[in-house]
């Protein structure tokens, strides 16, 4: 199968969690035989930050202006089996109007943000990424996250049938590794910096250091305010490159996991690097949002917080306890949420998606769950 994507970049995850997703999901569809070409736009912030010029798995097309790229984004959608566009993709809706008016036999849109785009939807914001008419026009729309949301991708964007595509791991690359000194820790933290989950921030990690002088913290993640405060326990890392990750990870005692309030108010959004650090053997502490219990076992699998005391127990947690946890964690990971396991679903809907007619694929389909 040939697949075709205009999406945000892949080439560098700084600060962008989109990539490493990519990333292990085209090696794992590369197995299987498909061919794949990413269009991305050479933004300024992410080409200064590149950290991939290639990809296993796939072809990517860099670029700097639509009309430059026109031309060779129609030649290869013209013999493509499914043309995709994604959320935050530079020129979405250009994408997307190319996609309809190619040969392309589907047209796939893939929201990696999706509580972020129907809060701008329900705000009047702008979504610069979507095409000026909603979803209608697409063969079949996935989302990274599942429950409430895919009702309302249909019901207020006017998608026909709609599908699940959560975050992932591969576990080639995130794995148990020896810890590092300069990343271990007892509570880590690695997320770029968002308004909207500050406030889990300082609740469950920064205040808790402040509480617990002996332990070891870590605040990794870029666009943080040079003037936040934090106390002589509290570590800070502006950006850990991905082939540093597993090590970041398995140096860490417990791992803190912070979704943006967009996002846990309607839940069943696993973030990558929730799998990525249960798959690197570290304990998980979680902030709850519904739906985390389809992906793990509170107790058992993870660790929830609802307050700062809460993050102190978790620090302060018998060894014995934070491993038997993770190592569960990593168990479920294994078996449920690797690329592998994520792109045989995606092969799943993509196929089911060009094996219907347009009258069948006008039927709805949502799910809550994994």
């Not at 670029?63 to 089996?81: G, I, K, N, P, T």
């Not at 893939?110 to 509580?115: A, F, G, H, K, R």
Request: proline share 4%; net charge negative.
């Amino acid at each position: 199968m040939k697949l075709v994507i205009f999406g945000l970049s892949v080439s560098s995850a700084w600060g962008n969690g989109h990539a490493t997703l990519w990333r292990g999901l085209f090696r794992s569809l590369a197995r299987v035989g498909y061919r794949i070409h990413f269009f991305e736009k050479n933004t300024p912030y992410y080409a200064a930050h590149r950290d991939a010029y290639s990809v296993a798995g796939a072809r990517i097309h860099y670029y700097s202006d639509w009309q430059q790229v026109c031309a060779e984004a129609r030649h290869e959608l013209d013999d493509a089996d499914i043309g995709m566009t994604t959320s935050y993709c530079p020129d979405g809706g250009k994408a997307a109007e190319l996609i309809w008016r190619s040969n392309a036999e589907r047209s796939v849109y893939y929201d990696l943000d999706t509580p972020i785009t129907l809060s701008k939807l329900s705000h009047g914001a702008s979504i610069d990424y979507l095409p000026h008419d909603g979803l209608s026009n697409f063969d079949l729309v996935l989302s990274y996250t599942g429950g409430e949301a895919l009702v309302d991708l249909r019901e207020k964007l006017g998608a026909r049938r709609v599908a699940p595509l959560y975050g992932s791991v591969d576990p080639d690359l995130h794995c148990p590794q020896f810890p590092r000194q300069e990343f271990t820790s007892d509570l880590s933290y690695l997320g770029t910096y968002a308004a909207d989950r500050q406030d889990k921030l300082e609740e469950f990690l920064l205040r808790p250091a402040e509480s617990l002088p002996n332990s070891r913290f870590i605040l990794a993640g870029a666009m943080y305010s040079p003037v936040l405060h934090f106390t002589s326990n509290v570590r800070r890392f502006e950006h850990i490159v991905p082939g540093q990750h597993a090590a970041f990870y398995s140096s860490a005692r417990i791992t803190l996991n912070l979704t943006r309030r967009s996002m846990a108010k309607k839940g069943y959004c696993p973030s990558g690097r929730l799998f990525e650090a249960a798959a690197c053997g570290s304990a998980i502490l979680s902030d709850w949002w519904p739906g985390l219990d389809q992906f793990f076992t509170p107790g058992e699998e993870i660790l929830i917080a609802n307050s700062w005391e809460d993050s102190c127990r978790a620090v302060l947690a018998p060894e014995a306890d934070l491993k038997r946890i993770s190592n569960q964690a990593r168990e479920r990971t294994l078996a449920c949420h690797t690329a592998r396991a994520r792109a045989s679903e995606l092969n799943n809907l993509l196929e089911s998606c060009l094996n219907r007619g347009a009258d069948s694929a006008s039927v709805c389909e949502f799910a809550g769950g994994v």
